[in-house]
Structure formats: C-alpha cells, structure tokens
C-alpha cells in the first residue's frame, strides 16, 4: 500500500501552490495534524459535517478541502456547538485536514479558475484579480467568440448548475475573467482589462445592475459548483506523484 508522510505531503502542496505568497482569510495547509503516515485522502470542496463524517466512513486518514475550518471572520471560536461535531471526528479518528483556499482559486495549472478555463477552451491565459497584491483567478480568450446564450449554455454543462446572467447586450463574447466563489465584485477587473465577461460563483443585486451598465456580461454559476475543480485537480495530482489511493466527496450545494 503506497504511503506518504503527512509532513511530506503538506510541504509538497504548500510549495506547489505557493501559499506562502498569499495573505488569505485563513491558514492554508495543514489545519489540524492527524497520524504521521497517509495511505488514503478524501477530497471535497467543504470540511463540513457531511464530508467530514463520509471520510471517516471510509477509512480516510487525510483530507484535502478548499474551505477548511479555521477563518479570520469568525475570530476566537470555542470548540462547542456545531464546530465540535466537525472537529472531534477528525481527531478522534486521527485524519489530517488540509486546506487551500486563495491558493487554489488562482494556481494557474491546478486552481479552480484553471479547470473551467481549459474546459471553456480559453486561450492565453493570465492571472487575474487583486487581493492584498496577489491574483485570484485567471483571464482569457475564446478561440471563436460566443454568443451570450451559447456561453451560458456552456457553463451550464461544465458546472451542472444554473446560471445567473447579467446580459449588458447580445453582442458576440470574445473574452473572461473567472475567480471562483465569491467574488461578487470582481467582474470590476474587466472593465480594466478590456475583458467582455465575468464568471463567479454568486451574484448580489447592486453587482446586476452596475455590471450590466459597465458592458459586461456577469455569470454566476454558484459557490459550491465553480470550486470543485480545483480540489478535483490535486486529487488528479497526488494520486499521479505518490500512487495513493484518492477519492472525491462531493457535497451537492445549491448556493
């Protein structure tokens, strides 16, 4: 059975996702420490209760998530509550949780704005976004432009997930840029960058109306929905680089 040292694994992800870079809203990399040797990794967008509960099922001794537990919004947190039914059976059961949040958004080969990019087919790809100097997405341009309706149908079929769009025009769409999650009010860069769309995972009202004025054509295609490739691409890695056995948990989210 083909293992590998926890130590070893977070300092290869840590590297290869240059988390050392980023000022995020909390800790990247190994959130809480569980056995020294990993034979098996669960994948999933979230540490929640779900997943958390499938990767002890079966016989997990890592996770690996984008949104982990620990988050600067929520302050000093007593382990208590809710909180408490996610972290006891990571410890109880001894798995180690890593997490990757800004990180993962913009890897330019492995990051979540990477997956849906090479599944759109952009080309010329290049960092995208702004957070405290770092980018958090990616930008590029369709080989033949689209119209608005053919790309929403699209996104529709990468994401498995309706789509919320803005539409400014119906003129033909020859560029995006993409930062997964979020970012309500990042379509702002494409004004910028000379870019005709915007695909995020949520949309608020004022961001409808201000995107549309600006010309931009503003996709939503859900939280949940545009963060799953990243994670899905480590797994692809990791098993590739140490021959581990690797599953993905997925946590169907409407939001």
Known sequence: MAKV????LAKFLNNHLNIYDYQDYGPNGLQIEGSSEIS??????SA??????????????AMIVHHGL??????????????AKRVKPLIKNDINLFGYHLPLDAHIEDGNAAGIA??????DLAPYGDHKGMPTGLQGRFERPLSPSELKDLLKNILNHDIIHSEPNDEKISSMGIITGGANSDW???VREGLDAYLTGE??????????????????????????FGVLALKD?????????????DSPNPA
Do not use: P
């Open 237 to 249: 890695l990791i098993e590739e680089k140490y021959g581990i056995e690797c599953v993905f948990i």
């Open 188 to 190: 702002r860069y494409c």
């Open 40 to 45: 098996k990794i669960a994948f999933a967008v």
């Open 48 to 61: 929640q209760r779900d997943s958390i509960e499938k990767a002890v099922e079966m016989g997990a001794n």
């Open 5 to 8: 040292s926890a130590r070893e």
């Open 70 to 83: 620990f988050w600067k919004f929520h302050g000093v947190r007593t382990v208590t509550g809710s909180f």
């Open 203 to 228: 949309m608020s009202e004022h961001d409808w109306h201000e995107s549309r004025e600006e010309g931009i054509h503003f996709f939503a295609g859900g939280h949940n929905a545009t963060e799953r």
């Open 118 to 123: 090479k599944r759109l087919g952009l080309k």
